[in-house]
C-alpha cells in the first residue's frame, strides 16, 4: 500500500480517520511543516493543539514528537483547544506557527492536520505547497508506536487567560452585562465548551450550555452548527424563553444562531447584520471583506455607510493580509466564518456569538427584527442559499470543462458579468447571482445562489442543479 498524499485544502489536509488520516502521514506532515519553519528560523518554537474528535490527542502527540525531533520547541496545549485561541496563542507568544488536529466541522469519521504560521492565520497558499513538496519527498519509514510520547514529556501551554483578555477587548461585555434576559449555548460537543459559556458567565450573563461533554461520534451528525444540526439548540430556547440560541462547531471557529422565536438565521444575514452593527457602533470607517460564495448584503451595508467590499476566493487565508493593511472591520466568509478589526486573521465562532449577543443586547430587537430594518435602510432583501452536490465520478470528472465555457444566459436569465475568481460565478442583471465550486475540503461540488426573494434563490439553485447533472 502506497503512502497517503498530503494536500492543504481550504483549511489544512482533511481524511477519514485510519484511511487517508493516519499516523504515518501525520508524522510525514509534521516533518515537512518543521523542515518548512527551519528553513527560515533554526530554533523555531511551534504551538501544538487538538480539538475533541477520536484520537485527536494521540495525533497531536505523534506530531509534536516528530517537530521536536526535528529541532523545534514544541508547546503542547493542556486540553482540547478551540482553533482561535491557539490562533491567539501564536501572536500573543510571537511564536513560530501552530500544528492543530482538527476537522473543525466535518462528520465524526474525519480528522485533520492545519498549520498556521507566525502571524496566526491559516498558511497561505504558496507556504502549503512548500509542505506538500516536502511531504512528498519522504518516505513513512517512522517508528511504529503511536504513543512513544506522553503529554507530559512536552512544555504545556494554557491560552485560555490571554484569549479571554483579547475577547474583552473587542466585545462590549458592559452592554452584553445588559441583556434582558438570557442565552442559550450548544458546544456540540466540540471544543468552545467550557469557554464560550465561561466567559458569558464570567461576565454575569446568564447562559444555559448544552451537549459540553466529549462525544466522538457528535451524536451521529458531526459538529456543524448548521440548520440540521440545531434542533436541540432551538427546543432549549423556546423552553428558557431565550433571546437567542448559539453555538459552535467543534473547533469553535465557527458559528450558528437561532433566533428568540426558534428560527435558524443564516451566518449570511448574521455577517450583514454585525457588519452594519459595528460601523454603528465602534466609529469605523472600513470596508469588509468576503468570500466570492459570500452574501452582498455586505456590499449593501457598505455601500450605505459609503465603504467598500474586498471579494476573495474562498477560504478564511485571504482575510488576513486585508486585516494588517487596516482596510476592512469585518472580514466574513457564508460557511459561519467571521473576524473583526484588531483580533485574528484566523475564524473565531467565539467572538461571532458574543458579538451577536451583544448586538441584541444593544438594539433590544430580535434578529429577524433587525434584518428586516437594515434590508429597508439597503433597499433590497437578500436570500443566499447553499446546496452541496454528491455527484457521480463520470458527471464530476466533465463538470471543470463544461465550467470553463462561456455563458451569455443560464437557465433562461440574461448574464450581465461573469466571475472565476474561485469556480464559475454568474451575475444577473438584476444583482442576483449563482456560483458553482467544488468544494477544496469535501468530494462535493456546491452552489451557491442568492436573490431578492427565498423563492427565487430556490429556482436559481434548482436550475443550477438541474445543469450541473444534466
Known sequence: MGQTTIHFGTSG??????????????????????????????????????DTRFFSEDFARASAAVLRAHGCRVLMCRE??????????????????????????NPAAYNGLKFSGADGGPALPEVTKDIEKRAAALNDEFPLSAHEESAADFESIDPRAPYFDQLRKMVRFDILGKAKGSFAYDALHGCGAGWLDRILAEAGVSVTPIRTDRDVLFDGAGPDPSEDNVSSLQKLVAEKHALAGIATDGDADRFGIIDRDGAFVSPNHILGLVF????????YRLGASRSVATTQLLDAVAQLHGTQVYET???FKYVGPLLREDKIAL??????????????????GILACLLVAEMIAARQASLAEQLR???????????????????????????????????REFAGRRIARMNRIDGLKLIFENGDWLLMRASGT???????????SPAESQKLAAGAKAWVNG
Open 80 to 105: 482540547a483547544t478551540p482553533t482561535p485561541a491557539i490562533a491567539h496563542a501564536v501572536i500573543h507568544g510571537k511564536l513560530d506557527g501552530a500544528v492543530n488536529i482538527t476537522a473543525s466541522h
Open 13 to 50: 489536509w482533511r481524511g477519514i480517520i485510519a484511511e487517508d488520516f493516519t499516523f504515518a502521514g501525520v508524522r510525514r506532515a509534521s516533518t515537512a511543516i518543521a523542515e518548512h519553519v527551519r528553513a527560515a528560523k533554526k530554533s523555531p518554537v511551534i504551538v501544538v493543539g487538538y
Open 373 to 407: 430594518d437594515l434590508f429597508k435602510r439597503v433597499g433590497r432583501e437578500y436570500w443566499p442559499i447553499r446546496l452541496n452536490l454528491h455527484l457521480p465520478p463520470d458527471v464530476q470528472s466533465r463538470l471543470p470543462d463544461r465550467l470553463a465555457a462561456d455563458f
Open 331 to 348: 472580514g466574513g466568509e457564508e460557511s459561519a466564518g467571521m473576524t473583526i478589526r484588531g483580533h485574528l486573521p484566523e475564524k473565531d
Open 276 to 283: 452594519d452593527y459595528l460601523l454603528q457602533t465602534r466609529g
Open 442 to 452: 469535501e468530494p462535493v461540488v456546491r452552489v451557491y445562489a442568492e436573490a431578492a
Open 313 to 315: 476566493p474562498v477560504g
